[in-house]
Each structure stands twice: as C-alpha cells, then as structure tokens.
C-alpha cells in the first residue's frame, strides 16, 4: 500500500494477514512449539482519540509517534470511501469486491520505535467499527448478494474514491510536498552514516541483511511464514531488534526532520494558517456525515 504522497510504508498486507495470525495466537492457551511453555500473547495496542495541539504535528509528521495521528487520518479517509461507496451499492441493490480490511498502517520512513518496540511489525490497534450506516447494514440486504455489472460497480467505486478525495482535498498538495521534502534526508551524509551500523547490529541480534529494506523484506517472509503458535514470538524479536538498532539512527534522522519542518512552516506560513483553523472541523464534519470516530493507535 504506497500513496504516491506518502514515503514508503511497511507492507499492507503482511500487517493485515500477521494482525490476524497474531489475534488467533493471543487466544492461545496451549503450549508452545516445545510443549513446555505457553505461548506468549501478544501485547494488544490501544486506540487514543486525542488531538495534538497543533494540527501541524498530525499533517507533517515529523517523529514516530506524530504518524499516529497521520495513520489516523488515512484511516478515516478508507472509512469514508467505504461507506460512500457500500451506500451506493445497498442503494443499487449490488455487492462490491471483498477488500482488505482497513487497518492503521506504519510509515516506514518515519518509524515509531517506541510502538514497534512494544508491539513489532504485525499488530496494531484495532480499527474501530463505524456507527450503523450501509457499510454494516448492507449485508443484510438480500438485493445485495446479486452480482453487478462493471458499470454499477465502477458507478459505486467511484463515489468512494470521491468521499475520500474530500477528506483530503485541502491538504493533500501540500502535505505530498512535505513527504518529498523528507526524502531528501535519505540523501543526507549524516544519516546515511547513520544507517551503515544498521546491518552490524541486526546482526548481533540474528538478523543478518545488507541493509533496512532488506530488513523489511526479511519481516515480510517471517511474519507470513511463522507457524501461529510461534508468531507473538517472532513478531517481538523483529520489533526489538529494528527498535534498538535503529534508535541510533533516528537520533540523528528526527533533529532533522524537525528542523527541516520548521523552514517548511516558514516557507507555507499563509497555507498553513489556513489549514491549521480549517483541518479539524473538517474532519469532524467528516466524522458526522459518515458516523465515524476519529481515532489513533497508542501503545
């Protein structure tokens, strides 16, 4: 799941299929792999509703813990697609394709240690369900379950694609423009000396890779490999690993990134005013025309 606006991210699906790998192993009471020991649960993520004080902070994150809120926004933005588009479809008497389930997925340019460290790569906080409304409802309307031709189904499509443009409208230029200014920093000789222990310490912890998209690669093919009853176990070590490793890094990626926030503030000063009276009523409107619930994951 990459957004031509957003850095690179962890992968969607390996986070979606691992979260519900790890949601079956947490209601494990059996003994592990060895039979003498039970398997450990996995640490469950809270959601948190709380604003920043600056709605800055949620639309150019600068450290890991601000792209909790940036999570929370795309996730609002899925949730108003899918509720447009699942009104379209009941209204049509159609069904539309199975999708992945929507999920607070990570920014891996901007990694939050402190999250990672604590509940690894394939759990997050559960995305809270909507207020009755077409997208639980329509299942039990039996008009539903006919087949749709392509038209219905593109109709219906694109009124959620719509829905979602909406929510982001106002900001979405500016904030692509952030996280292209943030990538400059991959560039950065401090950083990328940075980065050069990585492949060293990953490798004190058993983790041998040429570097961090390596890693990432290698998080893929273990959380989608992992036997359940092994997975929390797995899934723990990854995170740890990555988190020690990469605090290092970071103390010298996120001095960065705040600075060069601050000068991109200057250099947007009058969009940014804007933005900054206009964002959260929109997003409450937001939440009011599809009943959602503006959420973030916490550890």
Known sequence: MIRPASPYRIVARVVAAAAVALSAAACSTGPGPSGSAPVAHAVPA????????DPVRMLFPATGAETRWTQGMDVLRQQASRYAAASCARDAGISLPEQMPVAFIPFGDIPDLDFIDRHGFGQSAEVPAPAAGPLTARSGNPAATRSADPAAIRRCSGAGSAAARRTRDAFAPLQGEWFRELASLRRDPATIRALGTLPGCLAGHGFHVRDEDAFFGLVDSRLLTA?????????????????????????????????????????????IRELRKTLVPSLRGTEEQYGLHLSFPAP
């Open 227 to 271: 036997d359940t009853t092994d997975l929390p176990r797995v899934n723990r070590e990854l995170g740890h690993a990555y988190a020690s490793c990469m605090r290092p890094v970071e103390a010298v990626r996120e001095p960065a990134r705040l600075r060069l926030r601050t000068r991109f503030v200057d250099e947007h000063a009058d969009q």
């Open 46 to 53: 809270r959601l948190t509703h709380t604003l920043p004080d």
